[in-house]
C-alpha cells in the first residue's frame, strides 16, 4: 500500500470527482485505468477538456506535425497511393483519429487542393475528436477547407461503411491502461482508494478487475507470473476495443497507426520493471501521475504485437510495420532535405530559416526520437493481387 501526497500544482475539482467516484466505487477503489480516464478525459475537468495550448512549444509537449508541414504533406501521398490501389473509389473516406489541433488535417487538405485535384473531388474528411476543446480548434483552423470536413462520432458511422483509411497520430499512447504488478509469484492489478487520514490517494495491489488482462498475456504467450517480484507494468485493453470499433466501420482500405512504442518481447522484457508510463508537463517529463491532477499529460507505450495479433481477429491484415524514419524517407523527405542545401540564401535572415527548416526535417527522422516512432500498417477488404503495388512508405529504401 503506498499513499501519494498532493501537490499545489492539481484542480482541486478534478481531484473533487475522482474521490467521489472512489467513495461510490464497490470496495471504495478503482482502477488505474479508470483514474486516467478521469484525468484526461473527464468532460469538464480532464486535461485535454480544460488544456488548450497543452501541445505545441508553448505547451507541454509537441508531435511530428509541428516540425513542419512536409509529414502531413507526406502522408496525403501514401493516402494517394491507397486510393489508387482501392481502384480509385468515387468517394474516398480518410478518417483521422484525434486530431490535436488539427494540422495534420490543414496540411493534408493543402497539399491535395493545390497538387491532386482529381483526388480532391472524391475526398471526405472525417475527424473523430473526443475533446470538445480540441474540436473547436480544428474547426477554426479548418474553416477553409469546411466543405470536405465533418466531425463525427463514431456511432454516427455505420458499420462496413468506410472505404478509405482510419489513421491516427499518437492517440493510442494516450488510451488509459491497467496497471499491473507482480506480488507475491502472481500478477495483480493497481487500484486506487482514499486514505482514511487525510484523503490523500492510496495504491492498492489486489486480483484483476478482468479476466481480459489475463487473456492478454495468454495470447502474447508471456508468463508475468514468473517475473520477479515488484515487476510493474501497463496493459491497454482500450486499444484493442477501439481495433474493434474502428474494423467495424472499415469496409474496404486501410487502418495506419503511428505511435511509440516496442514489440511485445521488448515491451514486457524482464528489465523494463517499472512499465513505460510518463507524465509531461512544460516539456518535462517523469513517471509519477499523481503531481500536477488535470494539468499534466499522462501516456504510456504502445505494445504494436498486440495490436497485430488482436487485428488479425478483426478481420485487419497486417500490411507492413516501420519506424517513421524509413517510412518518410522514402515518401520522399529525403529528397526534401537534400534539396535544402540547393537554396540560395542571401542574407543572415534567410540562412536562419533554412537551418531551421533543416534541423526540423531531421527531428522527423531522427532516430533516437521522433524517428523511432512504429508505423503499423493494416487493411480489410482488399482483394489480394499480383498488380497491386506495395505501399510507399513499407518499401526498403
Excluded at 97 to 115: K, N, P, S, V
Aim: negative net charge; contains cysteine.
Amino acid at each position: 500500500m503506498t499513499s501519494f501526497n498532493m501537490d499545489n500544482n492539481h484542480n482541486q475539482e478534478l481531484y473533487q470527482v475522482i474521490s467521489d467516484r472512489i467513495t461510490n466505487s464497490p470496495q471504495n477503489r478503482i482502477t488505474f485505468a479508470e483514474y486516467m480516464d478521469l484525468v484526461l478525459y473527464h468532460p469538464q475537468q480532464g486535461y485535454y477538456a480544460r488544456k488548450s495550448t497543452q501541445i505545441g512549444a508553448q505547451g507541454d509537449f509537441f508531435t511530428s506535425p509541428h516540425l513542419a508541414q512536409d509529414f502531413g504533406q507526406l502522408l496525403a501521398k501514401q493516402f494517394f497511393q491507397m486510393w489508387e490501389i482501392l481502384g480509385k473509389p468515387n468517394s474516398f473516406q480518410l478518417v483521422e483519429m484525434g486530431a490535436g489541433q488539427g494540422i495534420i488535417a490543414a496540411d493534408i487538405l493543402t497539399y491535395w487542393q493545390q497538387e491532386e485535384p482529381e483526388f480532391w473531388q472524391v475526398l471526405e474528411y472525417i475527424i473523430i475528436e473526443k475533446s470538445p476543446q480540441m474540436q473547436v480548434q480544428q474547426q477554426k483552423l479548418l474553416q477553409p477547407f469546411c466543405q470536405k470536413t465533418q466531425w463525427l462520432d463514431w456511432q454516427d458511422i455505420l458499420d462496413n461503411q468506410i472505404t478509405g483509411c482510419c489513421f491516427s497520430n499518437e492517440l493510442v499512447d494516450a488510451f488509459p491502461v491497467h496497471q499491473l504488478i507482480v506480488k507475491d509469484g502472481k500478477i495483480q492489478e493497481i487500484y486506487l482508494t482514499l486514505s482514511p487520514e487525510n484523503n490523500n490517494f492510496i495504491e492498492i495491489a489486489d486480483m484483476v478487475s478482468t479476466s481480459d488482462i489475463l487473456d492478454y498475456f495468454q495470447t502474447l504467450e508471456i508468463n508475468i507470473n514468473s517475473y520477479p517480484e515488484g515487476y510493474r507494468t501497463e496493459v491497454n485493453l482500450a486499444a484493442l476495443d477501439w481495433l474493434k470499433t474502428v474494423s467495424n466501420k472499415l469496409k474496404s482500405g486501410y487502418l495506419l497507426t503511428i505511435d511509440y512504442g516496442y514489440s511485445a518481447t521488448r515491451y514486457y522484457h524482464p528489465n523494463r520493471s517499472q512499465g513505460t508510463l510518463q507524465c509531461y508537463y512544460k516539456h518535462q517529463y517523469h513517471n509519477n501521475p499523481y503531481l500536477n491532477l488535470g494539468n499534466q499529460d499522462m501516456t504510456a507505450h504502445v505494445n504494436f504485437t498486440a495490436l497485430e495479433i488482436t487485428g488479425k481477429s478483426f478481420d485487419l491484415q497486417t500490411v507492413g510495420f516501420t519506424q517513421q524514419g524509413l517510412f518518410l524517407m522514402v515518401l520522399g523527405l529525403g529528397e526534401r532535405i537534400a534539396n535544402i542545401s540547393q537554396i540560395e540564401v542571401q542574407n543572415a535572415q534567410q540562412m536562419q530559416k533554412v537551418l531551421q527548416r533543416r534541423q526540423a526535417l531531421h527531428q522527423l527522422i531522427d532516430p533516437t526520437g521522433l524517428g523511432n516512432f512504429g508505423v503499423l500498417i493494416q487493411s480489410k477488404g482488399l482483394t489480394q493481387s499480383p498488380q497491386n503495388p506495395p505501399l510507399i512508405g513499407l518499401t526498403v529504401p
